[in-house]
C-alpha cells in the first residue's frame, strides 16, 4: 500500500520538476521569466524593441526601494504605493430573515449535523478590495454618474442659439428701411447722412487697458491666468462614452447566497357560508400542478368557523395556539404554469352516513327556507351537536373545489390594462361554475398564443382580485385519490365538464389573492418561526407555505430546515377477517418502542395546539378498502438513531353508540424506522400491517422482516400504501453524498469501523473507499450536489490541505479532491446555462467563493473562525520547505486566541505545536508533502483540540496509529502525539494543477476561473491570518509556489495561442479568467513577478502572431486580455507614474522601423529623457509597463499597415478612452498635480495619434458650406462643370485665402504615399481626438514645450493639422440640430451599412478582402476624396462575436430617443456647449505653447502661419461667447508679438482674419461684439504703427465687409453699425496716436464701411427680386471703379447670384469682366508678351468690358500696399477666371463665346510649356465647334449672343420689360 503511494508520488514529482524546468528558469527577483523560451536573449536597454515585441518589464518591487521619493506625503506619496488598506478580510454576519435563527434545540449533534448547522450559521468570509470600486471594471461612465459629474455646468452663450427677439427685431427693420429713404438714388447714398447715422448709434462696452503698452510676457500671464480660470476639470464628464457592449473588465459581485423563493402569492381566507350553518366546517388550501402531476405547496389549514361552531368541540380540542389561527398564506410558486390549480378541501366531523348522506341537508336546504324548515333544521344542529360530542376528534371528507390560478391573475392583469371601472379588489368576483369554465379555455387560447406559457404567468404584478367561490362538489367515498384529483382537475378545464353535470353544494367562500408584498409582517415560516418585523406576538399570523416545485430548483442550501412529510395513500383490509369498517390511522413519530415515547414533533392544523404527538386520518364510512388525503408534517430531530421510527396504528371507530362498544378499536400496526443504514429512509412504502402489537425491538427492524410468532393481514402482503417524503438541509437523500460525508466524518471523529449501507468499513480498507466515493461523486444527482454544494466543497477543500492519517499513514488526497471538484463544477456549468455572467462565472461557485470559502480551521473540533483568527493560534513560521532546521521559531509573536484566559496573549497554546509547525524533514517529496510550508497550524485528524487535559491519550492514540518517519518527528511525537499535516491551499492548488493531465486539466481549463479565484483569495487569507499583508511582496510566498504560478500562467497561455481558432467560446473564457487572475496577483503578490507572467503571455501570443495569415482575434483577445489587467484599481501606481525615464547609456537615434512610432521624430534629439517621454521607447515601455502595453497595442493597430487589424480600431481606442476617463473621474487623480503626472503615462498618445492623421474621419468636410476651405488640387479646375463657380475662385475673389488643402502639407506627404488608408469611423476618431485633448489638457505644460522643441516642422504642423480637425470634430452642433435629431426616428442607412458590413466582414481575411475590392476599396485614397466607409471596428474576439446583440444596433438607441423632452434637449445642448468650449480652450492652450516653443525657433514662419490658420479656422465655427472672448485675446497677442507675418508673409490670413473680426464685429452678442472690434482696431493700428499707413487691412477690410454682405444671410447691419463707432471710439481716445493722420484714416474707412452698409439694407429690401438685387450690386459695384479689389469683389458677388438662378450666360459675362479687371492691371505689374495686354483683348467676346479700363495711375497705383493684393491679380488667378467663364458659356450653349474665352488662355499656356492643359483645351474647343456644326444654322445663336454680350445692361432692361408686359 505504501509503496505504491510513494511509487505514485515519484510519478507526480517528476512530472512537476519536469514542467517547472521546461518553463521556468528559476525566479531570482530578476523579472526574467521563461529565459530558455526567450528567443531574443536578454534584450539590454541599449537596443530597440519592435513595437510588435513586448519588452522586459522593470522589477517594480526594486524600483520603489531603489529609488524612494522625496516627498513623506502628500498626493503624490499615493501614487508610489498602494495604500495601506488596500486588501482586508471581513467577517459580516449573514443574514437572518427570523427573529430567532434557525437551528435544532438538541445540544448533542453527530458530525455532520454539526458541520451542516455550522455551514450555515457561520459569518461570511470576504476579501475586500478597499479601492476596487475605482478600477475601470466598477468605474463605467454611466448616464446617471454623468449626470451627477455635470452638475453646476455654466450655460455657455451661442450665437446660433441666440435668436434674435421678434418684435424688437422687425422695429429695427422698420427703422432701418425709414432712414434709408434718406439715401438718395446715386450709387453712393450720401455721405452727410450716413455720418449721421453713425454718430447716433451707441457704441460697445471698451475693453479696459486695451490701448496700454504692455510687455508681451504680461499680456500673455494675463491671457493665460483668465483663460485657465473657470475651467471645466473633467473633460470626460462632457463626452459621453462610447457605445459598447457590457465591457469586458466588468466583473459583477456575487448575490449573496440565500434561501429560495419563487413568485410569491398572498391568499387570504375571508369567509365561509353554507346555506344552513349546523356544525364547524374545516378547510384546506395547496397548490398542484396537473400537468406534472405533482402537489406542489405543503397543505395551509384555516378555520372560518363562528365561535359558537368552535364551541361544540371544546372538549376534544386543546386551547389553539395563536400560531394555528392564521387565515392568510403566502404561497410560493417557481414555476408558475397555466397548469396551477387552487385546490381547497373541505372536512368536517365524523357522523354515521357515508359522504353523500351527510351532504344532502346542505344540497336541498336554502337559507331562505330557514324558517319554514325551522323544525328539520333544530333536529339537524342537535345531530350534529351530539356526533360532535362524542366523535369531535376524527374527521370525515366532505366537499372540495378548484380555482384556477392562471385565469384570475390574467384577468386581474387585463382588467388593468383594459382599465376598466371594475374594482376588483374590493368588487367580488362570483365564479359560478360555467363562468369559470369559460375563462378556463380563454385561459388556454391564450397560453396557446403566448410562445411559452410561462411567459403569461407573472405572479408579481397583477392586481389584487377577491373571488366568490360559490360551487363546491361533494367528495366520494371511492375517489379521494391524488390520482382522482389530477383527473378532476384536467376534465375541469373542458368545456364539456362531467363535474358540470353533478349537483353542486352551494356555498360562499371569499378570498382574496394577491402578489405578496415584499416584507409582509406578522410572517411565520414552514417552521413557525417568526420572520423579521413582528411587532406584536398576539397578532393573527401570515403562514409562509412550503413549495414543492415542480421541477428541480437548485440553490445550496443556506439555512437548516428538517421536516418529514407523511402522506398515507390507501389501506386494504377486505381480507382481514373481523369487523373493521370505519378506518382511521393514528400516525406517531416515537424515539422509542414505549407508548410514551411518542414526540410532540407533529405539527397542529388549524385552531389547535402548535405540536401534538398524534395525528389520525379522516374516516371514509363504512370503507374497508379507504384511501386518504392526509398529510401529516413532523419536524425531524436534528440526530436521528437507530430507534426513531414511525408507527401506524390502525383504529376502527364506532359511530353509533352501543353498550360495551368501545369508541375505538385497535385492528393493525406497522411501522417505519427513520434510519437505515444511517441513511434517512423515505420514499413510497407498501407495508404489511400486523394484527398485534409489535414486539420488544422492533424498531430497528423492517416490518417487511418476518418476525416469528407474529400474526399478519393477508398473509404479511403489503396492505398499507404510504409515502414519505423529507425536505431537510441536513439529509441529502443521495448515496454517493451520504457516504462521502459518512467517510470523511468518520475520519474526523476517527471512528471505526464505519457502517455505510450494508457494509462496515475497516480502517485499512478506508483509503481505498474514500478515494472511491470522492471519484463516485459524479454519479450523485445533480440537484441535492448544488444544495449540499458549500459543504461538499468546503470538504473536499479540506482533504486537500490536510491530508488525514490512516492507519499511521499520511494519505494524499490531494489529486482525487482536485479532480472531483473540477469535475462537480463543470457539471454545475454545464447545466445550469441560465446561472452564468458575461464571463462564463456560474453564479453559485462565484457567490461560493465571494462568500463562504475560507482557509478551514487548524483543528478538525474547534469553533468557527471570527474576524480575529481561525479558531487555533493565528500564527505560523515561515519556513524553507525543505530545510532541516526551522528558519524561524518565533515564539514569542504567537498569541493564544483560544485559550480561556484571554489576558494571557503572550503564550502560546502549547510551546510544543510552535515547534512542531515549523519543523521540517529532509526526505519528504512535494506532491505529497505534509510539511508545513507556513500554514496554519497543524493538527492531524481525529486529534484532540485540547492541549492540556487528554494530551497524553492524544499522544497514545496517534502514536499507535503512525509510524515515525524521522527522529524529529518521533521527537516531537513524544512531545505533542501530533503531526504537522497542515499545507497551504493556494500552494497545493497551483500544483496539482500544474501536474494535472488528459481530462483533468480539461475540465479545470474548462472553469479555469474558478481554480484562479479560489487561489486568490487563500493567497488573501493566508498572509491576512499571518499579518504578512504589509510584509514585503518579494517574502510572501515561497520560490516553489512562484514557480509553479509561472508554469501555469504559461501553460494556460500557450493554450489560448493554440486552441484558439477550435474552442472559441472556451478560449474567451480562459483568457478572461487568466486576465482577472493576474489583475488579482497585482494586489498580493511580487508585481515585478506578474508584470514577467504578462510579458511571458505576451510573448506567446506574439511569436504565434507571425504565423497567422489573419490575426486579428488572436489580438482581440489580447486586447481583452490588457483590458482587463489595465481596470486594476492602482492602475496608474503600477506604471511608476513618478519614475523619471533614465536614458539609454549611448544616445540612439529613434525607432525608425514602420511600426514605430517614433519614425516620424527628429532624430537629432537634444534631450533623450524628453523624447523618451514622447516615444514608445525601451525605456518608456519598461518603466511604464502596462500604459506601454496600452499604446502599443493602439500603435500596432491603427499602422495603416497592420494587415487585417482595421476592424479591432473601434475596440483598441475603446480600451484607451476607457482608462483616460476612469482616471479623469477619479476622485485619488482631482489634484492637478497628480494628473499631470497621470496624463504623462500617455504622451506617445500624441505622437500614436499624429501619425493617424490620414485614417482619421475629415470632421471639417461637412462645414464647406459655411465658406471654410475645402480640397481642391489645381488639377481639378477642369473637371468643375457644376452649375456654379468654383467655390475656391469664389473665396479667393472675396478676400478669403485659400489653402492648398483642407489639412496643410504634411497630409499630402501622407496621403500620397502609396499606403491604403482605412478611415475611421467618425465616432471611433472622436474619441481619439478626445483622448488627445485630454493628454494636452493635463500633461505638465513645461514637459510638453520641450517635446515641441524637439519636433520637425514638419511635425509640428502635423499637430496643427490635428488641432485644425479637433475644432471641427468638437463643434457646438447647436440646439436647432439637437431638436431636428430628435424628430429623426433613424439614422442614415449607410451607417447601419457600415455596421452590417463590419460585422461581415469582422474576423476573415480572404473575404474581407474580396469585399472590399468589389468597393474599390484597394485603390489609394487621397484626401481629396476619403473612401466612403467607415468602420466602427467591431470587437471579433468579444464575448458576443457568435450572434447579434439587437441592443447594440442604431436602432435601438434611436428608439429610446424618440421623444425627449424639452428639458432633455437643453441639457444635451448644454453639455455640447461645455464640451465645444473646453475643447476649443484646450486647442488655444496648445496653441499658445507652440507659440511660446517657436518664437525662439528658425522656423517660425511656417508654424505660426499654421497657428493662426487653426485660430481663424475657430472663428469660423460655431464658439461660445468665453472661448471668442480668449481667443480674440490669443489673436491679438500674436499680432502684437508678429505684427509682420500677417503683414508681410500672410496676406491671404490677414485678409481671412479682417472676414473673421468683421462676422464677429456683427454678433448678436455684446461681448462678442466688444472683443471682435477691439481686435479689429488693433489690427488697423498695428498695421499703422509699420509704416504710417494701414492700406492693407483698409482694402482687406473693405472687400470683407463687401464679400460678407454680398454672401451672408443673416447678416444684421444693427449691430455692425454699433462695432463700427465703438472702433471710431477707440479712435478718438487713442492718445498716443492722436497727432498722427491714423484718426482721419480710421474714420474714413469706418465711413467708406457704413455706405457699403447702406447699401445693403437697400439689397436687403430687394431680396425678393432678383433683377432689381442684381441691378443694385451692378451700381455697387460701378462705385468700385477705383478700388479694383472691390470691385471684383462685387463682381464675384453677381456671379454667385447669377449662377445660384442658372443664368450662366450672365454668369460668364461678370466672370470675363472680371478677368478683364484683372488682365487690366497685370499688364501694369508685370510685362510679359503672353498676357492679355489689358481688357481690350476681351473686346470680341463682349464690348462693354472696355468698362474695366484701369483709372490713372494718381488715383489708383497697383504697387501700392493693399492694392490689387487678392490672390486673384496673379497669372493663375487670371487663368482661374477664364477657365470658369469658358465652363460657364459652355452650360450656357454659347459655344462661339467658348472659342474667344480659349483664344486668350491658349498663349498663356503655350508659354508656360503646359500640355497637359492645351489637350484638354483643344478637346473642350472641339467639343464646342461639333455641337455649332450640330446646330441648324448657328445664327440663332449669335443673336442671341450680341443682345446678350451687353450683359450689364440686361438685369435692367429685363426689369423694364417686367414693368411693361407684367403678364
Not at 158 to 176: C, I, K, R, T, V
Not at 789 to 814: C, S, T, Y
Not at 1529 to 1546: D, H, I, N, W
Amino acid at each position: 500500500m505504501a509503496e505504491r503511494r510513494a511509487f505514485a508520488q515519484k510519478i507526480s514529482r517528476t512530472v512537476a520538476a519536469e514542467v517547472r524546468k521546461q518553463i521556468s528558469g528559476q525566479y531570482s527577483g530578476s523579472p526574467q521569466l521563461l529565459k530558455n523560451l526567450n528567443i531574443v536573449g536578454n534584450i539590454s536597454h541599449h537596443t530597440t524593441v519592435p513595437l510588435t515585441e513586448a519588452v522586459d518589464p522593470v522589477d517594480l518591487e526594486d524600483y520603489l526601494i531603489t529609488h524612494p521619493l522625496a516627498v513623506d506625503s502628500g498626493p503624490l506619496r499615493d501614487l508610489i504605493e498602494f495604500p495601506p488598506d488596500d486588501i482586508e478580510v471581513v467577517y459580516s454576519p449573514r443574514d437572518c430573515r427570523t427573529l430567532v435563527s434557525a437551528v435544532p434545540e438538541e445540544s448533542e449533534m453527530d458530525p455532520h449535523v454539526r458541520d451542516c448547522i455550522r455551514s450555515y450559521t457561520e459569518d461570511w468570509a470576504i476579501v475586500i478590495r478597499k479601492y476596487h470600486k475605482l478600477g475601470t471594471g466598477f468605474n463605467p461612465n454611466t448616464l446617471d454618474k454623468q449626470k451627477e459629474r455635470q452638475k453646476g455646468l455654466p450655460k455657455q452663450v451661442f450665437e446660433s442659439d441666440e435668436a434674435p427677439d421678434g418684435n424688437n427685431y422687425q422695429d429695427d427693420q422698420d427703422d432701418l428701411k425709414r432712414r434709408s429713404m434718406s439715401i438718395d438714388d446715386t450709387p453712393r447714398g450720401s455721405w452727410a447722412c450716413s455720418i449721421f447715422d453713425l454718430k447716433n448709434s451707441l457704441p460697445d462696452a471698451l475693453l479696459p487697458n486695451l490701448l496700454d503698452r504692455t510687455p508681451n510676457e504680461e499680456i500673455d500671464r494675463q491671457n493665460d491666468d483668465q483663460r485657465k480660470s473657470n475651467r471645466h476639470k473633467e473633460l470626460f464628464a462632457l463626452h459621453p462614452s462610447p457605445d459598447e457592449e457590457e465591457p469586458i473588465e466588468r466583473l459583477s459581485v456575487p448575490d449573496i447566497p440565500k434561501e429560495h423563493f419563487g413568485q410569491r402569492l398572498l391568499v387570504k381566507c375571508l369567509s365561509l357560508k353554507f346555506e344552513i350553518e349546523i356544525e364547524p366546517i374545516f378547510a384546506s388550501l395547496a397548490l398542484y400542478d396537473v400537468k406534472e402531476k405533482k402537489k406542489i405547496s405543503e397543505n395551509f389549514y384555516f378555520d372560518l368557523n363562528s365561535e359558537q361552531m368552535k364551541g361544540l368541540l371544546r372538549p376534544h380540542v386543546p386551547p389553539a395556539a395563536i400560531t394555528t389561527l392564521a387565515r392568510s398564506a403566502i404561497f410560493s410558486i417557481t414555476y408558475p404554469s397555466q397548469d396551477v390549480f387552487l385546490v381547497i378541501k373541505l372536512e368536517k366531523v365524523l357522523q354515521q352516513g357515508d359522504i353523500g348522506e351527510c351532504a344532502e341537508p346542505y344540497m336541498i336546504f336554502k337559507e331562505a327556507d330557514a324558517t319554514k324548515n325551522k323544525e328539520k333544521l333544530e333536529k339537524l344542529k342537535s345531530q350534529a351537536d351530539q356526533f360532535c360530542q362524542r366523535l369531535g376528534k376524527y374527521r370525515m371528507p366532505f366537499a372540495w373545489t378548484a380555482i384556477h390560478l392562471m385565469n384570475i391573475v390574467s384577468s386581474a392583469g387585463s382588467l388593468e390594462r383594459d382599465s376598466t371601472e371594475v374594482e376588483i379588489s374590493t368588487g367580488e368576483r362570483k365564479g359560478s361554475w360555467s363562468e369559470r369554465r369559460n375563462s378556463s379555455i380563454v385561459g388556454r387560447r391564450s397560453l396557446e398564443r403566448t410562445t411559452s406559457g410561462d411567459d403569461a404567468c407573472n405572479l408579481t404584478s397583477f392586481r389584487p382580485a377577491t373571488l366568490t367561490v360559490t360551487n363546491f362538489f361533494k367528495q366520494e367515498g371511492d375517489r379521494l385519490s391524488d390520482e382522482d384529483l389530477y383527473k378532476f382537475l384536467a376534465d375541469m378545464r373542458r368545456p364539456s365538464s362531467v363535474l358540470r353535470r353533478l349537483r353542486p353544494i352551494t356555498a360562499q367562500l371569499k378570498i382574496d389573492i394577491s402578489p405578496a408584498p415584499e416584507n409582509p409582517h406578522y410572517c411565520l415560516t414552514p417552521e413557525l418561526l417568526q420572520v423579521k418585523l413582528y411587532p406584536d406576538s398576539r397578532v393573527r399570523p401570515t403562514r409562509e407555505i412550503l413549495e414543492f416545485p415542480a421541477r428541480d430548483v437548485y440553490v445550496p442550501n443556506t439555512t437548516y430546515r428538517n421536516l418529514l412529510y407523511i402522506y398515507p395513500q390507501s389501506l386494504n383490509f377486505a381480507n382481514r377477517q373481523g369487523s373493521a369498517r370505519n378506518i382511521t390511522v393514528k400516525v406517531q413519530f416515537m424515539y422509542g418502542e414505549d407508548p410514551s415515547n411518542a414526540m410532540p414533533v407533529i405539527f397542529g392544523k388549524s385552531s389547535c395546539s402548535e405540536f401534538s404527538k398524534e395525528a389520525y386520518t379522516a374516516v371514509v364510512y363504512h370503507n374497508r378498502s379507504p384511501d386518504f388525503h392526509e398529510e401529516i408534517k413532523v419536524k425531524l430531530p436534528a440526530t436521528l438513531t437507530d430507534h426513531h421510527h414511525l408507527l401506524f396504528t390502525f383504529y376502527h371507530v364506532s359511530c353509533q353508540q352501543k353498550q360495551n362498544t368501545p369508541l375505538e378499536t385497535p385492528v393493525g400496526y406497522t411501522w417505519i424506522p427513520m434510519l437505515q443504514n444511517g441513511r434517512l429512509k423515505t420514499g413510497q412504502f407498501c407495508l404489511p400491517v400486523s394484527l398485534e402489537k409489535p414486539p420488544q425491538a422492533y424498531s430497528v427492524l423492517s416490518p417487511e422482516v418476518p418476525l416469528p410468532g407474529m400474526k399478519w393481514v393477508d398473509n404479511h402482503k403489503g396492505v398499507f400504501n404510504v409515502e414519505v417524503v423529507a425536505v431537510s438541509s441536513i439529509h441529502t437523500q443521495d448515496p454517493y453524498l451520504d457516504k462521502f460525508f459518512a467517510l470523511v466524518n468518520a475520519l474526523d471523529e476517527h471512528l471505526f469501523p464505519v457502517r455505510i449501507g450494508d457494509m462496515r468499513i475497516m480502517e485499512n480498507n478506508l483509503e481505498n473507499e474514500l478515494k472511491s466515493s470522492i471519484s463516485a461523486l459524479n454519479s450523485s444527482q445533480l440537484e441535492p450536489v448544488v444544495r449540499f454544494l458549500h459543504l461538499l466543497l468546503d470538504k473536499l477543500i479540506l482533504l486537500v490541505i490536510r491530508p488525514p492519517v490512516i492507519a499511521g499513514q499520511i494519505v494524499n488526497l490531494g489529486q482525487a479532491s482536485f479532480e472531483a471538484m473540477a469535475s462537480i463544477i463543470n457539471r454545475l456549468h454545464r447545466n445550469l446555462e441560465g446561472n452564468h455572467d458575461q464571463h462564463g462565472r456560474n453564479s453559485l461557485l462565484a457567490s461560493y467563493i465571494h462568500y463562504v470559502f475560507r482557509l478551514p480551521n487548524t483543528y478538525p473540533n474547534s469553533s468557527s473562525p471570527g474576524p480575529g483568527g481561525l479558531g487555533g493560534s493565528v500564527h505560523y513560521a515561515t519556513m524553507a520547505r525543505s530545510a532541516v532546521r526551522p528558519a524561524s521559531l518565533n515564539l514569542n509573536r504567537s498569541r493564544s486566541l483560544s485559550n480561556s484566559n484571554p489576558d494571557i496573549s503572550g503564550t502560546p497554546t502549547s510551546p510544543d505545536d510552535e515547534v512542531r509547525s515549523i519543523i521540517g524533514s529532509k526526505g519528504l517529496d512535494r506532491s505529497n508533502s505534509w510539511v508545513n510550508t507556513g500554514g496554519p497550524k497543524a493538527a492531524p485528524w481525529g486529534s484532540n483540540p485540547s492541549p492540556s487535559a487528554e494530551s497524553t491519550q492524544a499522544m497514545d492514540r496517534s502514536c499507535n496509529r503512525m509510524s515515525s518517519h524521522t527522529e524529529t518527528s518521533s521527537f516531537l511525537q513524544t512531545l505533542t502525539g501530533r503531526l504537522p499535516t497542515k499545507k497551504l491551499f493556494h500552494e497545493e492548488l497551483a500544483l496539482q494543477w500544474v501536474v494535472c493531465s488528459g481530462s483533468v486539466r480539461e475540465s479545470a481549463l474548462q472553469q479555469a476561473w474558478f481554480f484562479f479565484e479560489l487561489m486568490v483569495k487563500s493567497m488573501v487569507h493566508h498572509l491576512y491570518f499571518n499579518d504578512k499583508l504589509e510584509a514585503p511582496r518579494k517574502s510572501r510566498f515561497p520560490e516553489r509556489f512562484m514557480d509553479d504560478i509561472a508554469a501555469l500562467v504559461s501553460t494556460i497561455a500557450s493554450d489560448i495561442v493554440s486552441r484558439f481558432q477550435k474552442d472559441t467560446e472556451m478560449v474567451e473564457r480562459l483568457n478572461t479568467s487568466l486576465a482577472f487572475f493576474l489583475n488579482d496577483l497585482l494586489s498580493v503578490m511580487d508585481r515585478g513577478f506578474v508584470f514577467s507572467l504578462i510579458k511571458s503571455c505576451y510573448k506567446q501570443v506574439s511569436s504565434k502572431l507571425y504565423s497567422l495569415p489573419n490575426p486579428s482575434v488572436l489580438v482581440s483577445l489580447r486586447l481583452d486580455f490588457l483590458r482587463i489587467i489595465c481596470s486594476h484599481e492602482h492602475y496608474v501606481t503600477l506604471n511608476l507614474p513618478c519614475s523619471l525615464l533614465t536614458p539609454p547609456a549611448s544616445p540612439s537615434p529613434s525607432v525608425s522601423s514602420a511600426t514605430s512610432q517614433s519614425s516620424g521624430f527628429s532624430t537629432n534629439v537634444q534631450d533623450q529623457k524628453i523624447a523618451n517621454m514622447f516615444e514608445l521607447s525601451v525605456p518608456f515601455r519598461q518603466q511604464h509597463y502596462l500604459a506601454g502595453l496600452v499604446l502599443t497595442e493602439l500603435a500596432v493597430i491603427l499602422d495603416p499597415d497592420a494587415e487585417g487589424l482595421f476592424g479591432l480600431h473601434k475596440k483598441v481606442i475603446n480600451m484607451v478612452h476607457n482608462l483616460l476617463s476612469s482616471h479623469d473621474s477619479d476622485p485619488r487623480y482631482s489634484d492637478p498635480q497628480i494628473k499631470a503626472r497621470v496624463a504623462m503615462l500617455y504622451l506617445p498618445l500624441i505622437g500614436i495619434i499624429m501619425e493617424t492623421v490620414p485614417q482619421l474621419y475629415d470632421f471639417t468636410e461637412t462645414h464647406n458650406q459655411r465658406g471654410r476651405p475645402i480640397c481642391i488640387a489645381t488639377d481639378d479646375y477642369e473637371s468643375e462643370s457644376g452649375s456654379m463657380i468654383s467655390q475656391t475662385v469664389a473665396m479667393a475673389i472675396a478676400g478669403t485665402s485659400v489653402p492648398q488643402l483642407t489639412r496643410p502639407g504634411s497630409f499630402l506627404l501622407t496621403s500620397t504615399s502609396g499606403r491604403q488608408h482605412t478611415t475611421f469611423s467618425a465616432e471611433s476618431s472622436r474619441s481619439l481626438l478626445i483622448c488627445l485633448l485630454w493628454v494636452l489638457k493635463n500633461a505638465d505644460e513645461t514637459v510638453l514645450q520641450k517635446w515641441f522643441t524637439d519636433l520637425s516642422v514638419l511635425q509640428l504642423n502635423r499637430l496643427l493639422d490635428l488641432l485644425y480637425l479637433c475644432v471641427s470634430c468638437f463643434e457646438y452642433k447647436g440646439k436647432k440640430v439637437f431638436e431636428r435629431m430628435n424628430s429623426l426616428t433613424f439614422k442614415k442607412s449607410k451607417d447601419m451599412r457600415a455596421k452590417l458590413e463590419e460585422a461581415i466582414l469582422g474576423s476573415i481575411g480572404a473575404r474581407q478582402e474580396m469585399v472590399r475590392r468589389s468597393r474599390g476599396q484597394l485603390g489609394t485614397y487621397t484626401i481629396a476624396s476619403p473612401p466612403e466607409r467607415s468602420p466602427s471596428g467591431s470587437a471579433f474576439g468579444s464575448q458576443e462575436n457568435l450572434r447579434w446583440r439587437k441592443d447594440m444596433t442604431h436602432w435601438r438607441q434611436n428608439t429610446e430617443k424618440l421623444d425627449k423632452s424639452r428639458a432633455e434637449i437643453e441639457h444635451e445642448a448644454l453639455i455640447d456647449g461645455n464640451l465645444a468650449t473646453e475643447a476649443n480652450l484646450i486647442i488655444l492652450d496648445t496653441l499658445e505653447i507652440v507659440v511660446q516653443t517657436v518664437s525662439v525657433t528658425e522656423s517660425k514662419e511656417s508654424i505660426l502661419g499654421g497657428v493662426l490658420k487653426v485660430l481663424l479656422h475657430s472663428m469660423a465655427c460655431n464658439q461660445s461667447a468665453v472661448y471668442l472672448q480668449h481667443c480674440f485675446a490669443t489673436q491679438r497677442a500674436l499680432v502684437s508679438k508678429f505684427p509682420e507675418l500677417l503683414f508681410e508673409e500672410e496676406t491671404e490670413q490677414c485678409a481671412d482674419l479682417c472676414l473673421r473680426l468683421l462676422r464677429h464685429c456683427s454678433s448678436s452678442i455684446g461681448t462678442i461684439r466688444s472683443h471682435a472690434s477691439a481686435s479689429l482696431y488693433l489690427l488697423m493700428r498695428q498695421n499703422f504703427e509699420i509704416g504710417n499707413n494701414f492700406a492693407r487691412v483698409k482694402m482687406q477690410v473693405t472687400m470683407s465687409l463687401s464679400s460678407l454682405v454680398g454672401t451672408s444671410q443673416n447678416f444684421n447691419e444693427e449691430f455692425l453699425r454699433r462695432s463700427l463707432k465703438t472702433i471710431l471710439t477707440y479712435a478718438e481716445e487713442d492718445l498716443e496716436l492722436r497727432e498722427t493722420t491714423f484718426p482721419d484714416q480710421v474714420q474714413d474707412l469706418v465711413f467708406n464701411l457704413h455706405m457699403i452698409l447702406s447699401d445693403t439694407v437697400k439689397m436687403k429690401e430687394h431680396q425678393e427680386d432678383p433683377e432689381m438685387l442684381i441691378d443694385l450690386m451692378y451700381r455697387i459695384a460701378k462705385g468700385y471703379q477705383t478700388s479694383p479689389d472691390l470691385r471684383l469683389t462685387w463682381l464675384q458677388n453677381m456671379a454667385g447670384k447669377h449662377s445660384e438662378r442658372s443664368n450662366h450666360a450672365e454668369a460668364a459675362q461678370c466672370l470675363v469682366h472680371s478677368a478683364a479687371l484683372v488682365a487690366e492691371y497685370l499688364s501694369m505689374l508685370e510685362d510679359r508678351k503672353y498676357l492679355p495686354v489689358g481688357c481690350v483683348t476681351f473686346q470680341n467676346i463682349s464690348s462693354n468690358v472696355l468698362e474695366e479700363s484701369a483709372v490713372s495711375d494718381d488715383v489708383v497705383s497697383p504697387d501700392e500696399e493693399g492694392i490689387c493684393s487678392g490672390k486673384y491679380f496673379t497669372e493663375s488667378g487670371l487663368v482661374g477666371l477664364l477657365e470658369q467663364a469658358a465652363a460657364s458659356f459652355s452650360m450656357a450653349g454659347m459655344y462661339e463665346a467658348v472659342n474667344e474665352v480659349y483664344k486668350v488662355l491658349i498663349p498663356i499656356h503655350e508659354a508656360n510649356r503646359d500640355a497637359k492643359k492645351l489637350s484638354t483645351i483643344h478637346g473642350k474647343l472641339q467639343e464646342a465647334f461639333s455641337k455649332i456644326v450640330h446646330q441648324s444654322t448657328g445664327w440663332e445663336f449669335y443673336l442671341v449672343d450680341i443682345f446678350l454680350f451687353d450683359s450689364m445692361k440686361t438685369s435692367v432692361i429685363l426689369f423694364f420689360l417686367k414693368a411693361m408686359f407684367p403678364s
